[in-house]
């Protein structure tokens, strides 16, 4: 069974351009990761448990697995070396879709910073294939649907950084270079994270891709964080899981179960 649904934090969303400095972060000290709330300044630590091979629900659906010789799901393209800084600019990625399914939706553009290993492209195609998913907000009882597009206001920006520049973006919040982070509507995802993902979810960085970015845009759309529902439970995609699992199993999946 899935995890309760996120509690929602409906909240007014301001359109910025893309020099604007936002962040709200979870803080990385150590080899130990601990949270700063966006809700409250007090940090807290986090445990960890192994992963199922089905956690996160069917990850599958979203791209099947690459056969011999061919190119890799999208998911797992541009898995490239870790970074510690980069140029500081970041750069919209041309591309733009319309969102499945009838009803209002959330226009989105994709940022990466200049000068990142890997491609873009690569980075914009993943993003889209998660946020159109069934399985994704749009999937959440049709509130939440998704619309990418690259140029104009944007109601939510969803950037690949590097570590120091993820800091100087969440700053007065500290990420300390480990973690991603969210508010005001931009989703800054840490380069290293998307590159190495974290150590308790095995391995399986299709999941920790299709959660960070599905956790960080939740936080733009007004959702915040909630706990394991359960020993042995799909983590919910609000739970902080980058920092740990708290019994539950890793999951990317707003709606693990749709479809």
Same mark, same amino acid.
């Given at each position: ?11 007014? =969303? /301001? ?22 709330? !966006? ?13 199922? @091979? ?22 797992? /393209? ?5 970074? !510690? ?26 940022? %990466? ?6 491609? +873009?492209?690569?980075?914009?195609? @993943? ?20 619309? /990418?597009?690259?140029? $104009? ?7 690949? @950084?590097?570590?120091? !520049? ?12 480990? %973690? ?6 931009? +989703? ?6 998307? %590159?190495?993902?974290?150590? =308790? ?7 920790? /891709? ?8 939740? =936080? !733009? ?17 609000? *739970? *902080? ?17 749709? $479809?």
């Amino acid at each position: 069974m899935p995890g309760p649904a996120p509690q929602r934090r409906r909240r007014h =969303h /301001r359109r910025f351009a893309p020099a604007a400095v936002l962040g709200s972060a979870v803080l990385a000290a150590g080899t130990g990761l601990v949270l700063v709330n !966006t809700d409250s300044p007090e940090p807290e630590g986090a445990t960890s448990a192994p992963p199922s @091979a089905d956690a996160n629900g069917g990850k599958d659906a979203a791209s099947p697995p690459a056969g011999e010789g061919s190119e890799p799901p999208v998911l797992l /393209r541009s898995e490239t070396s870790e970074v !510690t800084e980069g140029s500081g600019d970041l750069a919209v990625v041309e591309g733009s879709g319309e969102p499945p399914g009838e009803g209002p939706y959330t226009d989105y553009l994709v940022e %990466v910073e200049e000068g990142l290993p890997g491609d +873009a492209g690569d980075f914009a195609d @993943a993003v889209e294939t998660i946020l159109s998913h069934e399985r994704s907000w749009g999937g959440n009882r049709g509130e939440d649907r998704m619309r /990418r597009v690259d140029s $104009g206001p944007a109601d939510v920006r969803v950037a690949l @950084a590097a570590p120091d !520049t993820v800091d100087e973006l969440c700053a007065p919040l500290q990420t300390n270079g480990e %973690v991603s982070c969210a508010q005001d509507g931009r +989703a800054i995802i840490n380069q290293n994270r998307w %590159v190495s993902g974290v150590e =308790h979810f095995n391995g399986d960085l299709e999941t920790y /891709r299709t959660y960070v970015i599905n956790h960080e845009v939740g =936080h !733009t759309l007004g959702y915040g964080h909630v706990d394991c529902p359960g020993e042995g439970e799909r983590a919910p995609v609000m *739970q *902080q899981q980058t920092l740990g699992l708290d019994g539950c199993e890793p999951n990317g999946w707003v709606n693990p179960e749709a $479809g």
